[in-house]
T-cell receptor, first 115, second 113 residues
Framework: GAVVSQHPSWVICKSGTSVKIECRSL??????MFWYRQFPKQSLMLMAT?????????EQGVEKDKFLINHASLTLSTLTVTSAHPEDSSFYIC???????????FGSGTRLTVV | LAKTTQPISMDSYEGQEVNITCSHN???????ITWYQQFPSQGPRFIIQ???TKVTNEVASLFIPADRKSSTLSLPRVSLSDTAVYYC??????????????FGSGTRLQVQP
């Protein structure tokens, strides 16, 4: 089936630094990528939708200047958490319309810890 | 999008059958019902999808009554590895790719030995 490769699986960074998370669609093209954030024991919350070749669409309350999304190719979307703070520590997951039974494939997630 | 309501948590023992019910009173005519499974520190994984009556695959069964206002995910003979959070989602399959999935609170299933 369709696979979305997400890296890194975990990262620890210092406050004030930036972290980039990559999601690649393997063996299929993803013109759209959805980015979610999940805090401990909570559900997935949609952050933004990235579209290849155009600006990302952010959900209400998500700072576009803090969470930079780039979707430069049909197989790669990146999320950069800029000037990270401890409250940005969370589990970040990407998802792409793929070829699953229901048409959505999820990455394995990235655990971000900001210290 | 139809809102879903499911129990926050459930406990079971190995070898038992587990049934998780999801309410979706405002389901629309074009909506399908889909269940996802999520293990800790992993992305969600598709389990099963249905529109009405009963659907069965190698992992689970999905029972949907005639009014479609609820659905029940049935996991036969659970094992410890079935400990996870299970999400019920309702949406128009025609929106696939155009609209992100909206996750509710999910049901945290804990399987004991």
């Amino acid at each position: 089936g369709a696979v979305v490769s997400q890296h890194p699986s975990w990262v620890i960074c210092k406050s004030g630094t930036s972290v980039k998370i990559e999601c690649r669609s393997l063996d299929f093209q993803a013109t759209t990528m959805f980015w979610y954030r999940q805090f401990p024991k909570q559900s997935l919350m949609l952050m933004a939708t990235s579209n290849e070749g155009s600006k990302a669409t952010y959900e209400q309350g998500v700072e576009k200047d803090k969470f930079l999304i780039n979707h430069a190719s049909l197989t790669l979307s990146t999320l950069t958490v800029t000037s990270a703070h401890p409250e940005d520590s969370s589990f970040y997951i990407c998802s792409a319309p793929g070829q699953d039974d229901y048409g959505y494939t999820f990455g394995s997630g990235t655990r971000l810890t900001v210290v | 999008l139809a809102k879903t309501t499911q129990p926050i948590s459930m406990d079971s023992y190995e070898g038992q059958e587990v049934n998780i019910t999801c309410s979706h009173n405002n389901i629309a005519t074009n909506d399908y019902i889909t269940w996802y499974q999520q293990f800790p520190s992993q992305g969600p994984r598709f389990i099963i999808q249905g529109y009405k009556t009963k659907v069965t695959n190698e992992v689970a069964s999905l029972f949907i009554p005639a009014d479609r206002k609820s659905s029940t995910l049935s996991l036969p003979r659970v094992s410890l590895s079935d400990t996870a959070v299970y999400y019920c989602l309702v949406g128009d399959e025609g929106d696939t790719g155009r609209r992100a999935l909206t996750f509710g609170s999910g049901t945290r299933l804990q399987v004991q030995p």
